[in-house]
């Protein structure tokens, strides 16, 4: 792991051998059970370490200084897959408390075991889909935190994520290529959503050099009740001008 732990250094994350142990442990997990399940198509080792553990890691880049001070922030990751950001932050930042939302069962099952083989605490795994979650109360308006990663179009993302973050809390969006057109074509997504964008944010580490960056809003009213949509409308038809 040590191209993760210079790496992460880069960012301004220190991370323990205990830390990187974990690490070594959640890329055995995943390369065996993706073996079963279609976790990845990222199945060499030093690959997994930099393409996710790293990459996963950039999302904190936003909320770093908070995170530094102690904050623990309730957090979702949207949509987690394998578990990508969401349980890389967590283990960075343990004082997370995190919910891992992803729709299919058997990835569910998979971020199960391993918040048991890494004895995580504060992490919740939730199978089902955003559409449904975020109208329960508990979930609904709740987080300060909502990062995906490879979820959608940007307009698609907010739709599906906003509606968990409390008023203030950050939506952070993982996304490649030109930010700022991406941007311009959510804006109709960022307002009826209430989410205010901020600048978006290039990342630069070694190893990730290819128009990586992150996009962040702001929550900054409740969400109005007619989102999300029903099930599959924020991919299918993404809320447009
Ligand atoms: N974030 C991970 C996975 C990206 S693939 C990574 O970056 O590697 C997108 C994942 O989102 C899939 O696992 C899919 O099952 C899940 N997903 C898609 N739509 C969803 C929804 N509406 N609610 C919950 N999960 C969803």
């Not at 051998?17 to 065996?32: E, R, V």
């Not at 996710?52 to 909320?63: E, G, I, K, R, Y």
């Not at 709740?142 to 940007?154: D, F, K, P, Q, V």
Request: net charge positive.
């Amino acid at each position: 792991m040590s191209a993760l732990a210079a790496g992460a250094r880069t960012l301004g994350v220190e991370l323990s051998a205990g830390q990187l142990a974990q690490f070594d442990q959640f890329q055995a997990a995943l390369l065996d059970w993706n073996a079963r399940v279609n976790l990845t198509s990222i199945t060499s080792a030093p690959e997994v370490e930099v393409k996710h553990f790293l990459d996963s890691l950039t999302a904190a880049v936003p909320v770093l200084a908070r995170l530094r001070a102690g904050e623990a922030p309730r957090a979702i990751d949207v949509g987690t897959g394998g578990g990508f950001p969401g349980i890389p932050l967590k283990i960075a930042f343990p004082r997370l408390k995190l919910t891992l939302l992803e729709a299919t069962g058997k990835k569910a099952r998979f971020l199960r075991a391993v918040v048991e083989m890494l004895q995580l605490s504060d992490v919740e795994v939730k199978a089902a889909r955003a559409e449904d979650l975020a109208r329960l109360p508990g979930h609904r308006d709740e987080y300060g935190l909502a990062t995906a990663r490879a979820l959608g179009s940007l307009a698609t993302v907010v739709e599906l994520c906003a509606p968990f973050l409390e008023p203030g809390g950050l939506l952070v969006a993982q996304r490649r290529g030109d930010l700022e057109a991406e941007l311009r074509r959510a804006a109709p997504a960022f307002s009826a959503l209430k989410v205010w964008a901020r600048a978006p944010v290039p990342i630069q580490v070694p190893g990730l050099a290819d128009g990586r960056g992150l996009i962040v809003g702001e929550k900054h009213g409740p969400t109005p009740s007619r989102y999300p949509r029903r099930s599959g409308m924020a991919r299918k038809d993404p809320i447009s001008a």
